[in-house]
């Protein structure tokens, strides 16, 4: 059974950092990518980071700048490195994984196929 297990969230003053992090367990995903979605109440869920096995990266022009997502390959970890956060960052931030190596489009919430229950990051002004 796959798990994907987030932590590290919370309550920061504007211009503050968190780190989130993920664990995966049940499965590797070292040949696929991973990535960070939040939603925000009332809103979609919004693409925010993802890595592939490549170790590129791509970000939603929103955290450009600010986010940055890594991973531990042998730990099967994914991070989230927040950066002078805004009000508007706040949301449920969610952990995603796929085993696919290829996509047309990270940016998509169906392109991953494992989800993780999320860790809900309050910024205030």
């Known amino acids: 059974q796959v798990q994907l297990v987030e932590s590290g969230g919370g309550l920061v003053q504007a211009g503050g950092s968190l780190r989130l992090s993920c664990a995966a367990s049940?499965?590797?995903?070292?040949?696929?990518?991973m990535g960070w979605f939040r939603q925000a109440p009332g809103k979609e869920r919004e693409f925010v980071a993802a890595?592939?096995?490549?170790?590129?990266?791509i970000y939603a022009d929103s955290v450009k700048g600010r986010f940055t997502i890594s991973r531990d390959n042998a730990k099967n970890t994914v991070d989230l490195q927040m950066n002078s956060l805004k009000p508007e960052d706040t949301a449920v931030y969610y952990c995603?994984?796929?085993?696919?190596?290829?996509?047309?489009?990270?940016?998509?919430?169906?392109?991953?196929?494992?989800w993780g229950q999320g860790t809900q990051v309050t910024v205030s002004s």
């Open positions: 890595i592939r096995w490549t170790g590129s990266t």
């Open positions: 995603a994984a796929t085993l696919k190596m290829y996509s047309s489009n990270w940016y998509g919430r169906y392109e991953y196929d494992y």
């Open positions: 049940g499965r590797t995903f070292s040949s696929g990518a």
